[in-house]
Nanobody, 123 residues
Framework: QVQLVESGGGLVQAGGSLRLSCAAS????????MGWFRQAPGKEREFVAA???????TMLDSVKGRFTITRDNPKNTVYLQMNSLQLEDTAVYYC?????????????????WGQGTQVTVSS
């Protein structure tokens, strides 16, 4: 069993920055790819970014150049640095642990999910 706890969400003005953190615990949390997804009201959950165990990343096109995903394996923590935030980035952001060490964009590949953290971007 893996527990994921997100933190770092909040209210920010457009153009601002936030850094989300996801702390993983549990023996099965090691050597897993990790991902960030988001869900805005009335919309389906959307892939944002993922990072493999070795550090390879893949990003949603609309966040490339603005968001960065990193991980600290000894701390079992994954980060999502979000810069130049836009109104359309408003959503609940979820951290997830993949079944494997490789990155995937399909949420079906992820077997553990956090509770989510709200990110609200205001004008």
């Amino acid at each position: 069993q893996v527990q994921l706890v997100e933190s770092g969400g909040g209210l920010v003005q457009a153009g601002g920055s936030l850094r989300l953190s996801c702390a993983a615990s549990g023996r099965a949390s090691s050597r897993k790819a990790m991902g960030w997804f988001r869900q805005a009201p009335g919309k389906e959950r959307e892939f944002v970014a993922a990072i493999s165990w070795s550090g390879g990343t893949t990003m949603l096109d609309s966040v490339k150049g603005r968001f960065t995903i990193t991980r600290d394996n000894p701390k079992n923590t994954v980060y999502l640095q979000m810069n130049s935030l836009q109104l359309e980035d408003t959503a609940v952001y979820y951290c997830a642990a993949d079944r494997t060490a490789a990155v995937h964009t399909d949420p079906a590949a992820y077997i553990y999910w956090g509770q989510g953290t709200q990110v609200t971007v205001s004008s």
